[in-house]
Each structure stands twice: as C-alpha cells, then as structure tokens.
C-alpha cells in the first residue's frame, strides 16, 4: 500500500479486509510486526486521537513513531509557496516535510482546510503540495476534504455493533457549533456510509447543504454498494427507522471562508443539538456516533453521551485498531 488518502481508493472488499485485520491484531496481538519501522507524523492541525492513536498502534505493533508540529520547539515552519522568508518562520514546508518523511519508512500528515476558497480545498491543493514533497508511503490524518482513518474506524465500529451495511439507515446529521468546522469528516463519512451500502440521509438547514461534487460522489457510491444517498431539512423524516444519527457540525458552503455570513446563517440553529426527543421515530437500539471532540450541551446533551446510544469511546478505540491494519498493510506487517 503505497497511499492511504481515501476510502474510494480501495475496493469494498480491499476495506472489509483493513476491518477483519483491524479485529484480528486486537485479538491476537502482533507485537514484532513492524519491528525496527518507523512512522514519522506531521501534524500541521491540531489532534488528541489521531495523535495518540498513531502513536500507540506503531507501539503495539512494536514499531516507533515520532510528532512534529508547529507548536512544539522548532523552528517556525513557513507554508505559503514563493514566499521572502525575512519574517519569523526560519524553516519552509518544501525542506521540512522531505526531512521530517526521511526519518521514517512511511508519513502520516494532517492539514486541515484553510477554508477560504471551496474549491482550492475540494481541489486539495494544500495536502496535494505536501504529498509532492515526498517519495515514502503516506497516510492521510485528515485534509481539508478527507478523514480516512476515521471512516475505517467508524465502518468497523458499525460491523463491531451488528449494524447492518445493505438496510441500514445512518443519518448524517449537522448540528450547532459555534464556529465554523471544516468538511472532511462530513465529507468522508458520507462516502464511508454510502460505500458500506447503506442508506443514508444527510440532514442538514437551509444553507448548510454539501458540495454536490461530495453528495455525487456519496451517490455513485451507494449505486455500487446497494444503497442510497438523499437529504432533507426534516429532522422527523429523516429519523424514521434511523440505525444510526451521526452528528457534526460543518461550515455553510453558501458562505463559504466568510465567518460573519456563516455566523448569521447558524446562530438560529442554536437548536441543532442532539437529544432524546430527536429518537421519537428511530429505532429504539439508535445509535449515536461522533467522530470527537464534541461540545457538549452544543452538539449534543449529556444525557446522549453518557446514554446507552453513545458508541463514540468504541469509535475512538477503533482509531488505534484500524490504523493498526493500515500500518500493517503499509509497512509489511502482512507478508
Ligand atoms: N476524530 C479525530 O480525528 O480526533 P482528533 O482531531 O483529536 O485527532
């Protein structure tokens, strides 16, 4: 495996296998499987579970890792291409991530969005640029449309609870931030519940739709998998016979990179916080998914967090179990 950049890059079949390897190094350990391998991890974005879980797999796998970001005790790294370098940075991308990928076998990089052109980041100038820079192996830790380790993780913990892939009903469902939040998660999860042969709902506010580019890929998806894509504004119809609601909150594509255009269109949404009473119709075992960090009291109530719904500790596990089966698969664990 040379790239692990997007779910669609790897047929279903190539997927559930990353699963079944997943569950399999969680049942029967495999502590000298990447003996001797390194994972370098640039992190340009901030992260507690990408981070930690990266770190910890390699260590089970009894590889090592090692973190570099912006805020740790380097020099200032300078990102924008073309640039005099007489300010405060001392260090450019262009040397930093060659360098930083050199140290290990493969690399994993997070860079979220800059989110002020929708169509730069649909486009994924900025993780394509670093990606350029390097020969070794890569891994996605999430750019500014994607978040692969997180959709392998949330189609494992679905398999993990029994949910079923063809008839299963994930709504996606936005809900209240106070700030704007990038796409990839959104993004990523719809194509992951559509590819998995589910049919999926995104429910979403006037405002807040998805870039058609994601919903015809989610779409193209369903059509290979058995299952469907379609999106409402109506919270009740969307929760009919629900398996599961996943919630997140993402900026508004209408207004795209302008905060106070965003900021008006969300601040009378400030009811888009998942609760019991969003259930009403669901199935009664509905779950809810969340890819964290959430806000409580925000995105959602207490109550459904520390319910018997919230699977979003188990999700956050299966960070570790599948880039554990990515990494073995990457590194030669597998051979
Ligand atoms: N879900 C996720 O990627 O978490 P972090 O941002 O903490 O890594």
């Known amino acids: 495996m040379k790239a ?3 779910l669609a890059d790897f047929s279903r079949d190539e997927i559930r296998a990353l699963v ?6 969680d049942a029967h350990p495999e502590p000298e499987a990447l003996k001797g391998k390194v994972l370098s991890l640039l992190f340009l ?6 981070l930690a879980s990266f770190q910890a797999a390699m260590t089970r796998l009894g590889g090592g890792s090692f973190v570099i ?3 740790m005790s380097i020099h200032g790294l300078e990102t924008r291409p073309g640039i005099v370098m007489d300010g405060a940075a001392a260090e450019h991308i262009r040397e930093a991530v ?3 990928a050199s140290y290990g076998d493969a690399i994993g990089i997070r860079a979220f969005a800059e989110r002020k052109n929708i169509e730069c980041d649909m486009a994924e100038t900025e993780f394509t640029a670093l990606t350029s820079l390097i020969e ?5 830790m999430e750019s500014a449309m994607n978040h692969p380790c997180q959709s392998l993780a949330d189609w494992k913990t679905m398999d993990d609870l ?14 209240y931030h106070p700030r704007p939040l990038p796409l990839a998660v959104p993004a990523a999860t719809l194509h992951m519940a559509a590819y998995r042969g589910m049919d999926v709902t995104v429910l979403r506010p006037e405002g807040f739709e998805l870039p058609d580019q994601l919903m015809k890929k989610a779409a193209a998806a369903a059509d290979a998998a058995g299952g469907s894509v379609t999106e409402t504004d109506d919270r009740h119809a969307a929760m009919q016979d629900a398996h599961v609601i996943y919630a997140k909150s993402w900026s508004s594509t209408r207004h795209y990179g302008d905060r106070l255009a965003d900021q008006k269109l969300r601040e009378v949404h400030l009811d888009w916080c998942v609760d019991e009473p969003w259930f009403a119709n669901a199935r009664d075992d509905c779950r809810f998914m969340h890819c964290l960090p959430v806000r409580r009291g925000v995105v959602v109530a207490d109550n459904i967090l520390d319910g018997p719904r919230s699977v979003v500790i188990p999700e956050a596990r299966n960070r570790m179990l599948a880039q554990m089966a990515v990494l073995h ?3 030669g664990g597998s051979r």
């Open 20 to 25: 079944t390897l997943a569950g399999r190094l």
């Open 45 to 50: 974005s901030p992260s507690l579970r990408t």
């Open 162 to 175: 029994g949910i079923p892939a063809n008839g299963g009903k994930f709504v996606l469902s936005w809900a």
């Open 69 to 71: 970001s912006p805020d």
């Open 329 to 331: 698969q990457m590194l």
């Open 136 to 140: 070794s192996p890569y891994i996605n």
């Open 4 to 6: 692990f950049n997007d």
């Open 98 to 100: 060659p360098v930083i």
